[in-house]
């Protein structure tokens, strides 16, 4: 088939950029034709796959681009298009005329204005995009990341162009039943909607890693294994959670691996809570440093506050035999059963993550035998080649259908 992948940048940032490199790789190996279209990026090509780069690619008012995208994809001719992350609405309805689309729905970011569900108390929010967001401008508890102006009313309508794309394109793809609800609930039929959970992105020999730092190699050296935190550093990822959890637990050391606007704040915070000889934060890590961190860790926690769409991180960590302890959100329960693999905790509950923890640390037989059934709970279900296959199999559905828009 000849492919077209939409995606934003073309690099490992974080986990939806690792999984469409590691995609586009494995459908390339396969024998498909793949051009990628992106805003840019600077990871290496897989042997074949041609890259074209639109400037605007992401940008809400790069209008003067359309012309030139109407013209590639006129000349690329593609028998379908698999976009893995968020374009500006125009690139999208471009995308969907060019050829069948299979768009790959990986957060909110797709439909939700306020980009997280999350309202300005910290309550979820459980209404359909549109209307209800337009009220929830002008609320004390609207939309925590949406403020009344200009640039709020043009998000709204960015993601109702958004939802337009979505019930034109010929099949949407999400990792977890709970986006699949999530997707109902902004108003698409069921019937258009696959499940296709992540595999595990493993890290790939064309990007190459530097070796974990000194520092952090001195911190590893110094004590027993830490507990990893591997998340950017926003209010929602709960990172704070865990450092109050680490304040009850008296030995207990953690790696925060990430970063984000939340870092020197997180920081400071735990000097204030005395973890400065307890906690060690590596700031931003590529991918290839976080699979060469995660063995040599006792624990993965994931302390997210709101409701991850799936939670790639905690089957990496299973892969590698790491026990995980999550918060109960979102699409987290369908990947972590107690007993195979970890065990789920009350979001926001520092007291609840530190119980967990005060067990498994002190019971190295007990993290070895959730780790091993972790594995193979991901050899199971969670094998990139399973993965591959079923992803061919959409994509030839859709080439074969008579979804295009006029």
Known sequence: MRILIGVGRWEAIGGSERYALDVTRSLARAGHDITVLCGGGEAPLPRGVRRIELCGFGDLWAHESRAELAGILAGLVPDVVLQLSPTAPWVSAELVRAA????FVQDHTLFCPGLNRLHRDGGRCEEP??????????LRAGCRDLRPGRGALDRIKERTQELDVHRDAARLLVASGWMRDQLVTAGIPADKVTILPYPTVAATTELQSAPLSLELEAFLAAGPAPVIV??????????DVALDALVKLRHARAVIAGDGPLLNELRERAAVLGLNERVHF?????HGQIE?????????SMPS?????FGLVGIEAMAHGVPVVASDVGGVPEWLAEGEGGVRVVP???????????VWLADPRLRERIGRAGSARVERSFRPAQHVAALETILTNASRSSVRVS
Not at 129 to 138: E, Q, S, T, Y
Not at 305 to 309: A, R
């Open 100 to 103: 069948p689309l299979v768009r």
């Open 292 to 300: 060469a961190l995660l063995p040599r860790c006792s624990v993965l």
């Open 348 to 358: 926001g509950d520092a007291a609840d993550l530190a119980r967990v923890l005060r």
């Open 230 to 239: 591997s998340a950017r550093l926003v209010p929602e990822k709960g990172v």
């Open 305 to 309: 506050t709101w409701d991850e769409p």
């Open 282 to 286: 590596t700031g931003w890590i590529d």
């Open 129 to 138: 995009p549109g209307v209800a967001c337009h009220k929830r401008l002008f």
